[in-house]
């Protein structure tokens, strides 16, 4: 059974931190790349960062370079988005990932978390 599982998230004031982890299992994990996906209410779901299957390759959003950093640890089945200086417009759920092949494109992940909030109060 296939299962991505997050933890983290929360409320924080603006200019703070917080870190979204995501546990996988039922899939090749090490094989795989992962991304981060955030979606506000009336929003459509955007691409925050994503990660090669061997974590060498990252790419992000414009809106969150060098302030997010996605990272992860094969070994432990394990993807993290350490997100710094948090703005109140980085108030969405966020959501964890799975694809074959690193992409932006939301429809093109297979396996997808079960949603962590993250509310920065300005």
């Known amino acids: 059974q296939v299962q991505l599982v997050q933890s983290g998230g929360g409320l924080v004031q603006a200019g703070g931190s917080l870190r979204l982890s995501c546990g996988a299992s039922?899939?090749?994990?090490?094989?795989?790349?992962m991304g981060w996906f955030r979606q506000a209410p009336g929003e459509e779901r955007e691409f925050v960062a994503a990660?090669?299957?061997?974590?060498?390759?990252?790419f992000y959003a414009d809106s969150v370079k060098g302030r997010f950093t996605i990272s992860r640890d094969n070994a432990k089945n394990t993807v993290y988005l350490q997100m710094n200086s948090l703005k109140p417009e980085d108030t969405a759920v966020y959501y964890c990932a799975a694809t074959a092949i690193v992409t932006r494109l939301p429809s093109e992940y297979e396996y997808w978390g079960q949603g962590a909030q993250v509310t920065v109060s300005s």
């Open positions: 039922g899939f090749p994990f090490s094989n795989s790349a």
């Open positions: 990660i090669s299957w061997s974590g060498k390759s990252t």
